[in-house]
């Protein structure tokens, strides 16, 4: 099979797993891998709020390529470290929340293939892929990949977690998001908080990130950010992100028939790291097609058991259902084209092999 060397962006030793596993020994809690040692100095102080907020989306090329250095942002970054494959929403924030490799905890990507359901799931809205319909009358994610959550864990452990995040209904802008925080801050006691907020990353996906929109987003949470900082009081506060974004030419998959019909079912996982279901009597047809199609410049196809040899999804013991659902072929985007099954308007996107997707800032500071 097609085997190509992937440069080492991806840090296992150095990303938001780390980070997570140094928020739960500051607790007091188990840790499954190594801690992220520039986090555990400022957590060692012990203050009573350990507070993250993830701006999805924010990488470092986004950072240094929309922000001037004397920003607030800029002025808090402490280093760049990694977030890890693949570099997406999905993945990433369960990885943060589960202190957990993707392979570990399952979660790979925005739709995946559930094999009980025997359908193509997008994982956080629940619902059929590339429909409005909802996919069961429970979570289906919930079901077959549950874990515990950070939050949950600290909670156990006998001290106060909450969150606050953009897909709630009564705080869908960071405005709303860091005022629920902030009022979190004020309780006693020890306690950790959770703040997503959906964007730079809503406005990279529609309007690339050249665009006068994205740099205006980005003063704004700036702004919104030191104004929120200035009234915390006892108080760690992390700003990271789960993945960086780069502009990207897509492809539709659909305009090439004779390799669709290779397909057992539409692929999954993400646009830039998609997975193939091919029937047993079209696998050699399905890489030469690709091959002939795609060559060789943009994409590393292999074989789902290379990927998993290659332990490109993490280090740790696969969750048990992860295999049934990854299917047999993975191709990994290492520029900037992305396949969809019926083309797209997406302007950026993610999840791919480049330094800009996986790179993303760790920026602290002390109240």
Same mark, same amino acid.
């Given at each position: ?168 209904? &009564?705080? $869908?802008? #960071? +405005?709303?998001? /860091? %005022? ?10 020890? *306690? ?17 990130? &050249?665009? $006068?929109? #994205? +740099?205006?987003? /980005? %003063? ?10 200035? *009234? ?136």
């Amino acid at each position: 099979m097609i085997k190509k060397f992937l440069p080492s962006y991806f840090e296992s030793d150095h990303c938001l797993v780390n980070l997570s596993n140094s928020i739960a020994a500051s607790f007091g809690l188990p840790t499954f891998h190594p801690t992220l040692s520039s986090v555990d100095s400022f957590l060692g102080k012990r203050r009573n709020n350990v507070c993250i907020i993830l701006l999805d989306g924010f990488g470092r090329n986004i950072l240094e390529k929309n922000l001037p250095n004397n920003c607030f942002l800029r002025n808090h970054l402490v280093e760049y470290y990694s977030s890890f494959f693949p570099p997406t929403t999905v993945a990433a924030t369960t990885s943060l929340l589960s202190g957990k490799f993707p392979i570990e905890h399952g979660l790979l990507g925005w739709d995946m293939y559930f094999p009980k359901e025997d359908k193509n799931i997008s994982v956080f809205p629940n619902k059929i892929s590339g429909t409005d319909e909802i996919a069961a009358p429970y979570n289906v994610a919930q079901r077959y990949y549950s874990y515990d959550a950070l939050p949950e864990r600290i909670q156990k452990g006998g001290c106060q977690a909450f969150i606050s995040v953009s897909y709630e209904k &009564d705080h $869908p802008n #960071l +405005i709303k998001i /860091l %005022k629920r925080v902030e009022t979190f801050c004020t309780l006693p006691g020890r *306690k950790f908080v959770y703040a997503y907020y959906e964007n730079p990353d809503g406005v990279e996906h529609w309007r690339g990130i &050249d665009s $006068p929109e #994205l +740099i205006a987003e /980005l %003063k704004q949470i700036d702004e919104q950010v030191e104004d929120f900082a200035s *009234k915390l009081k006892d108080t760690t506060l992390i700003i990271t992100a789960d993945h960086g974004h780069i502009n990207i030419q897509s492809e539709n998959l659909n305009e090439h028939p004779e390799l669709t019909e290779c397909f057992i079912r539409p692929p999954s996982l993400e646009a830039r790291a998609i997975n193939f279901f091919i029937r047993e009597n079209k696998r050699e047809e399905f890489v030469r097609l690709f091959r002939e199609i795609y060559g060789d410049k943009d994409f590393v196809l292999l074989e789902m058991h290379e990927v998993l040899s290659k332990k490109l999804f993490g280090s740790g013991v696969p969750h048990p259902a992860v295999r049934s659902a990854l299917g047999d072929f993975l191709a990994i985007a290492v520029r900037d084209k992305a396949l969809f099954m019926n083309g797209t308007d997406f302007a950026g996107h993610h999840s791919g092999w480049t330094r800009d997707e996986g790179d993303i800032p760790l920026i602290l500071l002390e109240a």
